[in-house]
């Protein structure tokens, strides 16, 4: 292809993406004679470059274009329809233009129709403003534009002269908006004779002038970029990019030598070719950059023709277009990022008419964001619609089998809403031309996971809905945590990485085992842990201590594991290489790396890893797959359970959060002490409970439950400790028995589920007084709003077993959206520290909302302080209660509970 | 760089007719003389720092760096059947390049270039290892010993279900 024309090809191209937007603006901003002058420049450019290079049809479209808008400058009043035909007018220039580049030659054809309309809009505004012309005609240009004398004179003299109006329109042009009084000065005579002449000379004299205003006041930014700007091949960058990687690979093995030779006349040249090449690698980083708005450019346009085509009104922010981010992950999110605003504009938002029924303002807003967070590009797009509509999904998902009705019953709403991920889900009931069509979230979805982002949604009934997605910032070059193991180095992306942990026997974090898993307590939360060299079969056995390591606590998705490693060095800014052929099949790595001492190391996927774990796994593929999507959409509500036996052959089961520890003691360390089994445990004397029908060995080792709390300790009895499984603890017989909250079913056996609350008394009566908790043996509900499992799984089994019907929800948003739906709950128990919307936040929404104001909140924390709650008290909490604190939450509820039957 | 520009690609069905000629690079493996086509070979060099691949196919020795390069060592003792190397004598390596990526193929001992005539060239024998054979493609007498002319593309066939196991 000829060279000129690719250039032209190129630069129109983006030119009319910038025209696009400016029209919508310039929509929203008719007086904005600034935004209406980059457009007519823009236009302008386009049909200059087209008559130039002989494209006659391209060029007739541009100029009954520029006519119409030389018209708005003359204060001809900016009607949507006159914008709609320009973009039409623009539309058509794209096809042209795509058909130019595909054949190299411009297609036959004729736009009479197009430019007919332009003309008779042209026409129809004339007519509008000669009418009202004799009293506003001086004024109306002063409207649009600065320069006001001399315009109005002109345009008078001329029309009856019938003068080409492109003649009259380049003057315009060229004279510029802001004529300066001296420039103003000189023209001044022209009311002359001949028309041409004076236009002429005009448009030369105040040309200097006004390109200087131009460049210094009016023109935006980017056109002083573009000047000095100049456009270089990808490839080219990529090159450059490969080129400086082998540089620093260079560089650094440069100076590992000369570390090893003291003293050499090397040094000094070597520390100033190291700094010369780390400027290198930044700048040619940096020209990989580009802000997002490049991606975002088209949306406005989309947004103004979806509201047309939908008789609805959007109004679309952009908050920071000028976060930069990787060429290749920008263009990998422009797709699914034009879908999302498409479903928020179709989907999201409701009709003026619906909106002005639910008492919300007529015009929707779609609000796009783009900030930087640690290592990470966050995008959200949210939009103040309907939000999601549940019923639909559910619906949805069970006529597409994704799941079965009882399975729905039981699942959070937002684990209903991620169902919108599964592929061919639409709920549009009618498919319209915009979106609908079933193919959608997935293939946003799997686009983001192909960069190692993630997704998530969060939609309130009636409010709107937002989506944010997280992507690292470039994929070319990742930050690594290079560890060992196995006696071999490798790289963990930091990305998944959250903190290290270095377990020592004896300390607080230790490495325990549960028969044969590995787990890690931290923080109360039992980590399931996995030897990375186990995982990848190199285990040389050398390190006999399975009690020691350095735990990689990684998080995928919402699954977060501990990967033990036999050494941690440093991090490093490593240059991602993709793997061999030979080599790709390899879940467990991603790619490979070369790392500053020139050796080739192996990146390890944090995804391969959990998916090995029997994680959920946030594909695409296995969301096809049934069970995986039912396991993803129910990891929250999944409890690790720990199976044993005990007394009897039928299993029993307790939730493995509240076990502490799994111990075998030698049966002759238990000892009979005052009628009671006990055994000297870390220095303390620990007491043991059987359970019925449970007797103590009398040889071998005797496996016990330990339960901590408080620096006590007490030993459950066991028979045998069976497994851990991941199960719905889903309580379906309740049980007569002390001691035996129920009957559950558990890897399909029936199962009895303890109730660890009638065991704890059993070795120190005060543990928690169980008379205060048996005291109100009503059906009185309670919410409990906590974002740890530890604590839920906690407090549900002691606030069922005081009576009170319990509904959990794993965070503020899920549930307010729980108490919105209409349920009646009597009592309502939050949680303070909560990601996203914490306690305070939550005990406010729930004051102001009409409804729920008079349910009572109490706020449970770790933290206990005046201040807190005195805050507390602001933010409408009824009371505030130590988490640890059992009798007196269960005061506390009594306390509130009765109250509000007494007011009732 | 052992790479010359007279070389010829006719490795496998040239007519011998009229008497084409191609050179080898000749290496020992296991003690025994193979020969491969020299329009294939890269280069020859001295692997260093050789880095494993947990759970790869037992063929791959690991991936190295090569000037900047990642590339892909091939065990040619365990590719051929071939008991490994305990004589403590560090490889060499033969570089070729397959579809863009580059692999080095880990053998005892390079050794000259030869050119021989292709008519002189002899099928493989019927009894030869079948894991050799797979790779092989036909036998030169020379002078007291017999040289094994290998396939590379053969070679770099190590397909994901053998990788597998």
Redesign the interface.
């Known amino acids: 292809m000829d060279d000129l024309l690719r250039e032209f090809l190129t630069e129109t191209n983006e030119s009319l993406d910038t025209v696009d937007n400016q029209l919508v603006r310039f929509e929203q901003d008719p007086n904005n004679a600034k935004i209406l002058d980059n457009i007519f420049r823009l236009v302008h450019t386009i049909k200059g470059t087209c008559g130039f290079l002989g494209l006659p049809r391209l060029e007739a479209l541009a100029h009954a274009a520029e006519t119409l808008m030389g018209k708005f400058r003359d204060g001809m009043p900016v009607t949507g329809e006159a914008v709609t035909l320009i973009l039409t007018t623009i539309d058509r220039i794209k096809e042209i233009l795509g058909q130019l580049e595909a054949t190299e030659a411009e297609p036959e054809g004729v736009d009479e129709d197009l430019i007919g309309e332009l003309h008779h809009m042209v026409e129809k505004g004339m007519e509008s403003m000669t009418e009202s012309a004799p009293p506003i005609a001086p004024e109306a240009p002063v409207a649009a534009e600065t320069a006001p004398l001399i315009v109005p004179t002109l345009e008078r003299e001329l029309r009856p002269g019938e003068v080409s109006l492109e003649e009259l329109e380049r003057a315009f042009q060229e004279t510029a908006i802001e004529v300066a009084p001296p420039a103003a000065a000189a023209p001044v005579a022209p009311p002359a004779p001949v028309a041409e002449k004076p236009a002429a000379p005009k448009a030369v004299a105040p040309k200097p002038a006004a390109k200087k205003t131009a460049v210094e006041v009016d023109q935006p930014e980017a056109d002083k970029v573009a000047n000095q700007s100049i456009r270089v091949n990808v490839d080219t960058l990529e090159h450059l990019m490969t080129m400086v990687s082998e540089l620093v690979l260079t560089r650094n093995q440069l100076l590992e030598i000369s570390r090893r030779h003291e003293d050499t006349e090397f040094k000094v040249p070597l520390q100033r070719l190291s700094t010369v090449t780390a400027e290198l690698q930044d700048g040619v980083m940096k020209t990989r950059m580009q802000p997002i708005g490049n991606a975002w450019q088209k949306l406005p346009r989309i947004v103004r023709d979806l509201a047309g085509e939908l008789g609805k009104q959007i109004e679309l922010e952009m908050h920071g277009a000028d976060t930069e981010l990787d060429r290749q992950v920008l263009d990998l999110i422009k797709d699914p990022l034009t879908h999302m605003v498409r479903n928020s504009a179709d989907h999201g938002l409701e009709t003026p008419a619906e909106r002005a029924a639910e008492g919300k303002p007529e015009q929707g807003t779609i609000r796009l964001s783009a900030y930087h967070e640690g290592g990470h590009i966050l995008i959200c797009i949210a939009d103040n619609g309907r939000g999601l509509n549940t019923e639909r999904i559910k619906a949805k998902a069970i006529s597409n089998g994704l799941a079965t009705e009882a399975d729905i019953e039981k699942m959070s709403e937002a684990q209903i809403h991620k169902f919108i991920f599964a592929p061919g889900f639409s709920t549009a009931a009618a498919i319209t031309s915009v979106s609908g069509r079933g193919v959608g979230m997935d293939v946003v979805r799997t686009n983001i996971d192909q960069i190692g982002g993630t997704i998530d949604i969060k939609s309130v009934a009636g409010e709107g809905s937002s989506v944010t997605i997280k992507i690292p910032l470039t994929l070319a070059i990742v930050s690594a945590l290079i560890v060992e193991a196995g006696g071999d180095r490798f790289a963990i992306p930091q990305l998944a990485v959250v903190e290290l942990v270095r377990a020592r026997a004896n300390s607080e974090h230790r490495i325990e085992r549960i028969k044969d898993t590995p787990v890690l307590r931290l923080r109360n939360k039992l980590l399931p842990l996995m030897h990375l060299k186990k995982l990848l079969q190199i285990d040389d056995g050398s390190s006999a201590d399975p009690e020691n390591g350095f735990i990689v606590v990684t998080q995928v998705g919402n699954q977060t594991f501990g990967i033990v490693v036999d050494g941690v060095f440093h991090t490093e800014e490593i240059v991602v290489k993709p793997m061999s052929t030979k080599l790709r099949h390899i879940g467990m790595f991603s790619g490979n790396t070369i790392l500053g001492d020139g050796a080739v190391i192996m990146i390890v996927d944090p995804n391969g890893i959990a998916q090995e774990l029997g994680a959920l796994a946030s594909n695409a593929h296995e969301i096809a797959d049934e069970n995986a999507a039912m396991r993803a959409m129910n990891a929250e509500q999944l409890t690790s359970l720990l199976v044993f036996r005990a007394g009897s052959a039928q299993p029993k089961a307790v939730p493995l959060g509240l076990v502490t520890r799994l111990e075998e003691v030698g049966v002759d360390k238990v000892e009979l002490s005052n009628g009671r089994y006990m055994v000297q445990y870390r220095d303390q004397l620990m007491p043991l409970v059987q359970m019925e029908g449970v007797t103590v060995r009398t040889s071998g080792t005797q496996p016990i439950l330990v339960f901590a709390d408080d620096g006590r300790s007490m030993g459950l009895v066991v028979d045998e400790i069976v497994d851990i499984v991941e199960e719905r603890l889903h309580i379906e017989v309740a049980s007569g028995r002390e001691g035996i909250l129920g009957s559950a079913v558990i890897k399909g056996l029936a199962t009895e589920v303890i109730d660890v609350g009638h065991f704890l008394p059993m070795a120190f009566a005060d543990w928690f007084s169980r008379k205060e908790m048996r005291v109100s043996a009503t059906a009185q509900s309670v919410l409990l709003v906590d974002d740890s499992a530890f604590f839920r799984n906690m407090l549900s089994p002691v606030l069922k077993a005081a009576g009170y019907k319990v509904r959990v929800a794993t965070n503020a948003q899920e549930g307010l959206s729980f108490l919105r739906s209409g349920q009646e709950v009597d009592v309502i128990l939050t949680d303070i520290e909560m990601p996203d919307m914490n306690g305070f936040e939550f005990a406010e929404t729930i004051r102001a909302d009409q409804k729920l104001s008079h349910t009572p909140i109490i706020a449970l924390s770790a933290m206990i302080s005046p201040a807190a709650i005195e805050r507390g008290r602001l933010a409408g909490f009824h009371d505030y209660v130590a988490k640890f604190d059992r009798p007196g939450l269960i005061a506390a509820l009594k306390e509130q509970t009765t109250e509000v039957r007494q007011a009732a | 760089m052992t790479t010359t520009t007279t070389t010829t690609t006719t490795t496998t069905k040239a007519p011998s007719a009229d008497g084409a000629i191609t050179e080898y690079v000749t290496t020992m493996i296991g003690g025994q003389l193979f020969g491969m086509p020299i329009s294939r070979v890269q280069d020859v060099f001295m692997p260093e ?1 050789l ?7 037992s063929d ?1 020795a690991g ?3 090569l ?2 390069r ?1 590339v ?1 060592a091939i065990d040619m003792r365990s590719r051929l059947g071939l008991p490994k190397n305990d004589d403590g004598k560090p490889p060499m390596a033969v570089g070729v390049d397959l ?1 863009g ?1 580059s ?1 080095g193929l880990l053998i005892d001992s390079i050794g000259e270039v030869l050119k021989l005539a292709d008519e002189s060239r002899e099928v493989n024998p019927v009894n030869l290892d079948p894991r050799m054979a797979k790779m092989a493609d036909g036998v030169h007498r020379l002078d007291g010993q017999l040289m094994v002319v290998l396939d590379v593309d053969r070679i ?1 066939e ?1 397909s ?1 279900d053998k ?2 196991a």
């Open positions: 720092r880095t494993r691949v947990p759970l790869s196919s791959v991936v190295l760096n000037r900047g990642i892909t579809r990526e692999y770099l190590i994901p990788l597998a």
